[in-house]
């Protein structure tokens, strides 16, 4: 992602205030005793300058993993599952995960941020399924 970002000199990209990674349920973390996501956005907020803060969106339920569910239930199965804990003042914010298949995981969370009041939302991803 460093190397592509670099190569596309995307100026832009800088003038945003902070970046989140899409969360993780606390239980599907101590499964896996990582987030994917969040490893992701340590290495792009070191490398671009831009800061992290990875504890301001969270997971509501655990649900089934998005990629065991048919695309007509992805989206019911992230819908207003996650929450954002503080008020973001018209923010810019770079949304990072790992894979993008339908979207709607990253919908949900650009809809928590704007809910408590982010002015923008980039979303970057590894892949694309």
Known sequence: MIQ???KRNIPFIRNYDFMVNVPSHPLRIREREYNQSELLAKKLSNSLGIPLK??????????????????????KNVENNFFVKEKLNNADIIVVDDVITTGSTLS???RALK????????????ARA
Do not use: D, H, V, W
């Open 4 to 6: 592509y970002l670099s």
């Open 54 to 75: 990875s504890g301001i969106i969270f997971c509501k339920n655990n649900r089934p993993s998005q990629t065991a569910i048919n695309k007509e239930m992805r989206a």
């Open 108 to 110: 949900e969370c650009a």
């Open 115 to 126: 809910e408590k009041g982010a002015r923008s939302i980039l979303a970057l991803t590894l």
